[in-house]
T-cell receptor, first 116, second 113 residues
Framework: GAVVSQHPSWVICKSGTSVKIECRSLDFQATTMFWYRQFPKQSLMLMAT?????????EQGVEKDKFLINHASLTLSTLTVTSAHPEDSSFYIC????????????FGPGTRLTVL | GQQLNQSPQSMFIQEGEDVSMNCTSSSIFNTWLWYKQDPGEGPVLLIALYKAGELTSNGRLTAQFGITRKDSFLNISASIPSDVGIYFC?????????????FGTGTRLQVTL
């Protein structure tokens, strides 16, 4: 299957700081990228969808000014958690989908964010 | 957001046993996907189904796209310890770039020796 990477794999930050997470599709061009959040023992919850070169579409209840998404190229999307607080601590996972491949999404390994 | 119902929620089985799990929805999907997630990792695609009634295998895994397009099933034969993890189904109504996955609640599988 296609390879999607995330960086960093884990991050610990102080409350009030901003954290940037990168998501890269390594062997295909991702026309669409997705950002998910997952709490312990729960399923994945979609936060936003982004298409290359256009603004992200956020799911209901997700603050777009809090979670800034940039999809500047066909292989890179970034999620910035601004002014992070302890309640933002979670497992963030990106996925990518190419123009071909019948719409299948491939997921990154996830980023564990801990806000102190 | 909407989640698909997966059953069972969790299961403990012995190595060598077969496993069955299912996923149901109140609405129709055009694509069904099955993923496995290990602790601290992202989901890994196991099987993708694109047509109602389709039966697809990947090694010891077999999945079926329900004929009503509202459900899907995953079977694992002769389970081994590395099958431990959480299995998620996901449905998609492919409508171009706007399409997105709806995930199931997950089935946690634990295999004992």
């Amino acid at each position: 299957g296609a390879v999607v990477s995330q960086h960093p794999s884990w991050v610990i930050c102080k409350s009030g700081t901003s954290v940037k997470i990168e998501c890269r599709s390594l062997d295909f061009q991702a026309t669409t990228m997705f950002w998910y959040r997952q709490f312990p023992k729960q399923s994945l919850m979609l936060m936003a969808t982004s298409n290359e070169g256009s603004k992200a579409t956020y799911e209901q209840g997700v603050e777009k000014d809090k979670f800034l998404i940039n999809h500047a190229s066909l292989t890179l999307s970034t999620l910035t958690v601004t002014s992070a607080h302890p309640e933002d601590s979670s497992f963030y996972i990106c996925s990518a989908r190419g123009a071909s491949g019948r719409g299948v999404q491939f997921f990154g390994p996830g980023t564990r964010l801990t806000v102190l | 957001g909407q989640q698909l119902n997966q059953s069972p929620q969790s299961m403990f089985i012995q190595e060598g046993e077969d496993v069955s799990m299912n996923c149901t929805s109140s609405s129709i999907f055009n694509t069904w996907l099955w993923y496995k997630q290990d602790p601290g990792e992202g989901p890994v695609l196991l099987i993708a189904l694109y047509k109602a009634g389709e039966l697809t295998s990947n090694g010891r895994l077999t999945a079926q796209f329900g004929i009503t397009r509202k459900d899907s099933f995953l079977n694992i034969s002769a389970s081994i310890p590395s099958d431990v993890g959480i299995y998620f189904c996901a449905g998609q109504r492919f409508t171009g770039t706007a399409s997105k996955l709806t995930f199931g609640t997950g089935t946690r599988l634990q295999v004992t020796l």
